[in-house]
């Protein structure tokens, strides 16, 4: 089945595969990105289920002060309780909601505006492309968590503003990505040639140009996942993210640490936590790159 | 090559122009009063009135921006909310430590993640390749302030080798601090330099050079490496960044007396003044980082070089 | 083995057969292919795209790239040796010294970082450890004018100089140590019309002058005319005919051979209706069995499918492979194999 | 139209591109005329703006000046509305087969695309048997409808960039290099189509290339560029059997030719071709020409004409 997948140029026949599906069968034969996928898909469903697993008031919020640090164990609390008596992988099952929910949609909000701008950049040129750039440079000048940093600290520690500075830290990278795919595609013939047959500029970018570009964006969508992770846990491990008692990764993390001296547990276990994650997302990028641009292979 | 750097400094202002621009602006968003956080709850409206018109305040934004840059081009960064000191004076105590930080990890890592990418190159899908890469996957993707955290516990704490915190036990107080920070960079930085290696090995030019009669080792050496190097610097100058930024959350959990800390220490107290002026000093070293790896291409890449002859 | 002939003959390769070998797919790039080049003779190896010609090349130098390619067996004797045997040691020795290879694209094949005149020196270097870094450079000088590059531009990047330029330059290169033997793998493809006039001239001065053998590696007859002594035409990795200038070109035998000429225009009549060859490349994981030509050829017979042609000799060094020829000799035979 | 007006008619075409050392003079003052039918072949190598003038004939890049006439309309002055009505006339064959074809998109979609942009046949069913028949016509197996491009070998390719030329039934083609990246005997085949499909369907083309042997088979007419000038322009058989600019003889005697007998003497130029950048008011070939004079580094000679049909731009011609 696949030998007969891969083979390339002998006679082809009805029905042949398209370089996305293409694309998806060497994603597939790719034992790391099968296994990022594994992690995730069941990451994701874990915090998709959080409530019906632990309830929120009860088992994540609650203090139960007389069960406090009790070390994991088999019978009692799969992962121990920390410093109010609460059930460690309760409220790591529902801090990755809160770590997914804000880099997802940092990385969608920064996906979204800084695509579309590098897009223009990239497909207009000229003054548009000359200002938008010089924006990113900017933008870029500022080492990204600092910046994150400075947001926060204007607007206030919170959720919404945690995504919106961890969103807007991330659009220049995401509108230089875009501009580079935009620019080497609308170099090709093929983009020539539906000029010459009459399409206009819109049919162009979306029938010729974005599905053409989709490439190099959806491996940066995936590792800017992960770096989203990475930030969201450390602004909350410095208290400028996601507020206690809430649960958060990074946060579990920064209240574990005081404890690091007898209760190792609650600071090696959410750590485990954020970089198994960003593993995942990492191995994921990896193979999809490899998936997409097979030509070092 | 010196008309080159001339002109990449000069393109450096605008982008510093636009920094404290941003920076001030949304420090200006920060919600409550410098003057009522300087006189206290008890002052009466009148005097924080007074108080806000000296501080020049009252004046349109845009005005406090200029005044500011002006004073900035004097060396004069304010004075902190909270403890009146001089923001240049209290960056500049602070500067040295993430400097030299940044620096040991820097060095360090570079010297060792090069020659690890080269050879996992080489030996691609050998033993020894597998190995490098599964390390530094695991390297690139363990968040440093755990990490830290972890060697403390390990190293401070179980083992008592070193300390858990501070700067003041000469290079022992710079082990652990630099292993968190460079670890990431040194995965990082072997990654990029085994793929331009894997790249640049099957370039025409390296097979040119075989043809010539030279070793394998000088081809690989001697050809190949000097042009994955350009690729690999990038990344360097990226990692380098990322220590600056990364400075804040590892010398939190070290408490290494550097900028990083103090910019946290500023953000919890809302010290405008002193986080602007770390944010400036921080973007600069930044900046200059760029500046260095764009002249190292000049160097690394006669087709860089001849653009601005 | 013949031994006689190992005086006369610069490189003689016989049966070489070269894979590549990727988890996917097996590519026979070369197929049991044998040829000649007689010292201070020039061969013209044609083909199309696929057909091995670059492969055969790099087997000659030992720059197959690994490890997927694999030289599974035959023999390729410079000068008489065999160098499929020789240790990484002995072949840097003779890379550059007895053999060395102009590539097809002089936009790559020299290093962007380092000055010409560096890469020159390099290849003088390799061979010659006793001469001073000046005399070195001093050669490699010399090197540069004899292809038309004035000295002081040795100091120059690849980038600034044009493509022609770079050839030359990729020539001064392959000559610096007067090898035996160049290998030019399409030398001129890259270049315009009236470049490559100037390239193919000065090569043939250059070979004259130092009395070089060569191969000339081209899918252009028209510049196997202009430079060979002799040509094998190649197709699925193997020879399919080979003989000297005048046989292959006044009496070109193989109907692949006759194809390619059928597939050019003619300058003196330009009315005259092109007669390609049908069909495509064969997919090299994936041969014909028998003849390899057979799916193309419009005399294809049922023997042309199982079996390979043998060589069928014309007088001299003409030969083709073919059943066609080789039933005129010896038609019974061929029949009983074919049932 | 009367029967001889010409269907393509350039005058003084010209487009110059701004570049960091200066103003590039891609083409200048090109002019020609192409009679309906016919095929002009447009000769030179890299650089000269052979492709330039082809993507100005289609308005893909708008001139600097100049007027491009189709059936006596210029093309610069239509709104965008009427351009894209008039592509349907006017097609393009590009190079590269292999980057001229949309990867995301199967044969018969490619096909299809400028019969749904231009809602030509709006029934889908009728809209396929168009597609089909096109690929009948160009040789492409109907089996190979549903594949996709980097599935297929470059002939392949080539011919389905032909028939998207040919779906919307235009007047006229620009032929960028069809064939230059092909193998030998592919290029024959695709030749050969070229030639069919032109007779069948009363085709006119402009056929861009830097390969004489093709060009001297394929085109009635042939003009030589040399640094965005035509410098001669005569019927096929006549250029080749008397060229008169020294380029153009130097260009015919660097082709190899693969024949061993009447091997015509080589002209060797001297030096590469420049860019056309800040040129200076003289011959554009006087640095490499062999049969330089003095006059030639001090006033640029006009395309005149020297025989019938036959115009060429040399101060030794007059």
Redesign the interface.
């Known amino acids: 089945m696949m030998?007969h997948l891969?083979?390339r140029?002998?006679e082809p026949e009805e029905g042949s595969m398209s370089l996305l599906q293409e694309s998806w069968m060497r994603l597939l034969s790719n034992k790391g990105a099968v296994a990022g996928m594994v992690f995730l898909t069941i990451l994701v469903l874990t915090a998709i289920c959080a409530d019906l697993i632990y309830d929120y008031e009860t088992e994540v919020i609650m203090q139960d002060i007389p069960s406090r640090l009790q070390p994991p164990s088999l019978k009692g609390h799969l992962l121990g309780t920390d410093e109010y008596g609460r059930d460690l992988l309760a409220r790591l099952v529902h801090g990755s909601r809160m770590s997914l929910v804000v880099s997802f949609s940092s990385v969608v909000l920064a996906l979204a505006v800084g695509g579309t701008l590098g897009a223009m950049a990239g497909y207009f040129g000229g003054v548009i492309d000359n200002i938008i750039m010089r924006l990113t440079d900017v933008l870029l000048a500022i080492p990204m968590t600092l910046f994150a940093i400075v947001i926060v600290a204007a607007l206030g520690a919170n959720t919404t503003n945690l995504t919106l500075a961890l969103g807007a830290s991330s659009i220049p990278i995401f509108a230089r990505v875009v501009r580079a795919s935009v620019l080497t595609v609308r170099q090709a013939e093929y983009v020539e040639a539906a000029r010459s047959i009459g399409a206009k500029h819109g049919t162009v970018i979306l029938r010729h140009i974005l599905p053409n570009c989709i490439g190099p964006i959806i491996v940066q969508f995936t590792l800017r996942i992960a770096q989203a992770i990475y930030n969201t846990a450390a602004l909350s491990f410095l208290g400028m993210g996601v507020q206690p008692p809430a649960p958060e990764w990074g946060g579990l993390l920064a209240s574990g640490r005081t404890y690091i001296r007898d209760y190792s547990y609650l600071s090696i276990i959410p750590g485990l936590a954020i970089m198994s994650t960003i593993l995942a997302l990492n191995l994921l990028g990896d193979g999809l790159r490899d998936a997409l641009d097979p030509r070092l292979k | 090559m010196i008309r080159y750097m001339i002109k990449r400094l000069l393109a450096m202002i605008p982008v510093l122009i636009g920094i404290t621009f941003l920076v001030f602006m949304i420090m200006q968003l920060a919600p409550g009063d410098p003057a009522r956080l300087i006189l206290g709850e008890n002052a009466s409206p009148e005097e924080v009135k007074e108080l806000r018109e000296q501080m020049g305040l009252e004046d349109p934004v845009l005005v406090q921006y200029f005044r500011y840059m002006v004073n900035l081009c004097k060396g004069d960064m304010g004075k902190s909310y909270i403890t009146n000191r001089l923001v240049a004076s209290e960056v500049a105590a602070r500067f040295p430590y993430t400097l030299k930080l940044a620096l040991v990890s820097a060095a360090v890592s570079i010297l060792i993640a090069i020659p690890l990418g080269i050879i996992a190159a080489v030996k691609q899908n050998t033993i020894f390749d597998n190995t490098c890469m599964v390390l530094s996957l695991v390297g690139i993707s363990m968040p440093a302030f755990w990490m830290a955290l972890m060697l403390v516990l390990v190293f401070s704490l179980r083992l008592g080798w070193l300390p858990v915190q501070g700067a003041n036990m000469g290079w022992r107080s710079y082990v652990l601090p630099s292993i968190a920070i460079g670890f990431m960079n040194m995965a990082a930085i072997a990654r990029t330099t085994r793929s331009s290696m894997l790249e640049t090995i099957?370039?025409?030019?390296v097979?040119?050079?075989?043809?010539?009669?030279?070793?394998?080792a000088s081809a690989i050496l001697?050809?190949a490496f000097?042009?994955a190097l350009?690729p690999t610097v990038t990344v360097v100058g990226v990692q380098l960044g990322g220590l600056i930024g990364g400075a804040v959350l590892t010398e939190t959990v070290f408490a290494w007396p550097g900028l990083g800390r103090l910019i946290v220490q500023s953000v919890n107290a809302r010290d405008v003044p002193m986080i602007l002026g770390c944010m400036v000093v921080m973007s600069v070293s930044f900046s200059v980082i760029n500046l260095v790896v764009d002249l190292l291409y000049g160097l690394?890449?006669?087709?860089v070089k001849?653009m601005y002859a | 083995m013949v031994i006689g002939s190992q005086s006369n003959n610069t490189l003689e390769i016989r049966d070489l057969v070269v894979e590549y070998r990727t988890r996917?797919?097996v590519v026979h790039a070369v197929n049991s292919l044998s040829l000649t080049v007689g010292r201070g003779q020039t061969l013209g190896l044609v083909g199309?795209?696929g057909a091995g010609k670059t492969t055969t090349g790099l087997a000659v130098?030992g720059?197959i790239?690994k490890p997927a390619g694999v030289v599974l067996g035959g023999a390729i004797l410079l000068n008489g040796e065999d160098v499929l045997h020789k240790s990484?040691r002995e072949m840097?020795?003779?890379?550059?010294?007895t053999v060395?290879?102009i590539?097809q694209?002089p936009m790559?094949?020299?290093?962007?970082?380092?000055?010409i005149e560096r890469?020159i020196s390099?290849?003088i270097r390799?061979?010659d450890r006793s001469l001073t870094r000046s005399q070195v450079l001093q050669k490699a000088h010399e090197m540069l004018e004899m292809v038309g590059i004035p000295r002081d531009r040795g100091s120059e990047?690849p980038?600034?100089f044009?493509g022609?330029?770079k050839q030359r330059v990729?020539i001064a290169?392959?000559l610096s140590?007067k090898p035996d033997l160049i290998i030019a793998d399409e030398p001129t493809t890259a270049l315009?019309?009236?470049?490559?006039?100037?390239v193919?001239?000065l090569m043939k001065d250059l070979k004259d002058q130092y009395r070089t053998s060569m191969v000339m590696i081209t899918?252009?007859?028209?510049?196997?005319?202009?430079t060979c002594d002799s040509v094998s035409v190649m197709y699925a990795g193997s020879i399919v005919e080979h003989g000297t200038?005048?046989d292959v070109?006044?009496d070109p035998l193989h109907p692949y051979t006759k194809?390619?000429?059928?597939?050019?225009?003619?300058?003196d009549d330009?009315r005259a209706?092109?007669?390609?060859?049908?069909g495509?490349?064969p997919?090299p994981?994936?041969l014909p069995t028998g003849c390899t030509f057979w799916p193309r050829c419009d005399h294809a017979k049922d023997v042309c499918r199982v079996e390979k042609p043998n060589p069928t000799y014309f007088g001299g060094e003409h030969f083709v492979n073919c059943h066609l020829f080789n039933e005129e000799i010896s038609g019974a035979r061929t029949v009983n194999m074919g049932d | 139209m009367t029967e001889n007006a010409p269907l393509i008619d350039v005058r003084g075409l010209t487009k110059y591109f701004a570049t960091k050392r200066g103003l590039l003079h891609a083409v200048d003052g090109v002019s020609f005329t192409i009679s309906e039918g016919k095929t002009l072949g447009l000769v030179g190598?890299?650089g000269c703006g052979k492709s330039t003038t082809g993507r100005l004939l289609l308005r893909l890049i708008e001139p600097t000046s100049g007027q491009v006439l189709f059936h006596g309309t210029d093309i610069a002055s239509l709104s965008s509305g009427e351009m894209r009505d008039m592509r349907k006339k006017m097609q393009m064959i590009f190079q590269d087969p292999f980057s001229s074809l949309n990867p995301r998109m199967t044969v018969s979609q490619i096909i299809e695309e400028p019969l749904r942009l231009h809602r030509m046949i709006e029934d889908r069913d009728e809209r396929m048997n168009k597609v089909l028949e096109i690929m009948d016509l160009v040789g492409l197996s109907r089996r190979l409808r549903n594949t996709y491009p980097h599935e297929l070998?470059g002939?392949?390719r080539q011919r389905i960039g032909v028939a998207r030329a040919l779906v919307l039934d235009p007047e006229f083609i620009v032929c960028d290099e069809p064939v230059s990246a092909l193998?030998?005997?592919?290029?024959?085949?695709i030749?050969?189509l070229m030639?069919e499909v032109q007779e069948q369907l009363g085709l006119t083309l402009l056929f861009i290339t830097?390969d004489?042997?093709?060009v001297?088979?394929?085109s009635d007419e042939i003009a030589v560029m040399y640094l965005g000038k035509i410098i001669e322009k005569a019927p096929?058989?006549e250029l080749?059997a008397h060229p008169s600019h020294p380029y153009t003889e130097?260009?015919l005697?660097?082709?190899?030719?693969?024949?061993?007998h009447d091997?015509p003497k080589?002209i060797?130029?001297r030096g590469?071709?420049t860019s056309p950048v800040n040129l200076p008011k003289a011959c554009r070939f006087a640095t490499r020409c062999p049969k330089v004079m003095s006059r030639c580094h001090e006033e640029e000679p006009e395309l005149c004409e020297i025989g019938p049909n036959h115009q060429a731009a040399c101060f030794l011609l007059d």
């Open positions: 030998k891969f083979r140029r002998a | 099957r370039q025409d030019y097979r040119t050079a075989k043809s010539k009669g030279i070793s394998n001697g050809h000097p042009n350009i690394l890449d006669p087709r001849s | 996917e797919r199309e795209t130098m720059l790239p990484d840097k020795q003779i890379r550059g010294k060395s290879m590539f694209d790559s094949s020299l290093n962007p970082v380092m000055s890469q390099e290849a390799a061979h990047y980038h600034q044009s022609g330029m990729v290169m392959a140590c315009d019309v009236t470049i490559q006039a100037q193919l001239g899918h252009d007859l028209g510049i196997v005319a202009e200038l005048h070109f006044d194809g390619l000429f059928g597939s050019l225009p003619r300058l330009r209706k092109l007669q390609p060859i049908k495509l490349m997919d994981s994936n | 190598e890299s070998d002939g392949r193998d030998v005997s592919i290029r024959a085949q030749l050969n030639g830097h004489l042997s093709v001297h088979h394929f096929a058989d080749f130097a260009l005697s660097a082709i190899p030719i693969p024949r061993l091997r080589r060797i130029l590469e071709i």
